[in-house]
């Protein structure tokens, strides 16, 4: 009899423990900022075309899409007077994506909204020196799912 109360004990503390979810947890990286658990890496290509000059360039980008959604990574644009290379932060909200491309002196350069479809994404971009224009990454996006 007081074995099968052991049993029972265990158990339920076996259910109890599986009833309440277990999160990821957030870990410091070497210089203690806050990590958050990484969902998808993203890279790709695309193409941005300038109002101001009305030229065809190309970009290349890797992202890291975070569990809140939120975008972070680097990208290389050809053809900018403005960049080069930059990091750059965004958000996908539902088919939405918005964000800002920040140089690496921490300054940022231009802001982006966009539609993301299965076939890519698309958007306008508006830059710090006044330029806007069409970005597009219209391709199947390479996706590379991470953690579980």
């Keep these: ?3 099968r109360g052991i049993v029972l004990i265990v158990l339920l503390g076996v259910l109890a423990a599986g009833a309440f979810p277990v999160c990821a947890q957030e870990v410091s990286d070497l210089s203690g900022r806050m990590q958050r658990p990484v969902m998808q890496r993203l890279v790709g290509a695309g193409k941005w ?3 101001r000059s009305g030229n065809d360039s190309n970009w290349h980008i890797q992202l890291k899409r975070l569990d809140d959604d939120s975008l972070e990574g680097r990208i290389t644009v050809v053809g900018s007077p403005l960049i080069q290379q930059a990091k750059i932060e965004g958000q996908i909200s539902g088919s939405e ?5 920040v140089g690496d002196n921490d300054v ?5 909204t966009g539609s993301v479809f299965k ?5 306008t971009y508006t ?3 006044g330029d806007s ?3 597009s990454w219209e ?3 390479g996706i590379e799912s991470v953690g579980d």
Excluded: E, K
Excluded at 119 to 123: I, N, Q, Y
């Design 49 to 51: 075309q300038s109002r």
């Design 97 to 101: 994506v918005y964000g800002v491309v």
């Design 127 to 129: 830059t710090t020196d």
């Design 1 to 3: 009899m007081c074995y």
């Design 119 to 123: 076939a890519g994404m698309s958007g």
């Design 108 to 112: 940022q350069v231009a802001t982006f």
């Design 133 to 135: 224009g069409d970005w």
């Design 139 to 141: 391709r199947p996006v």
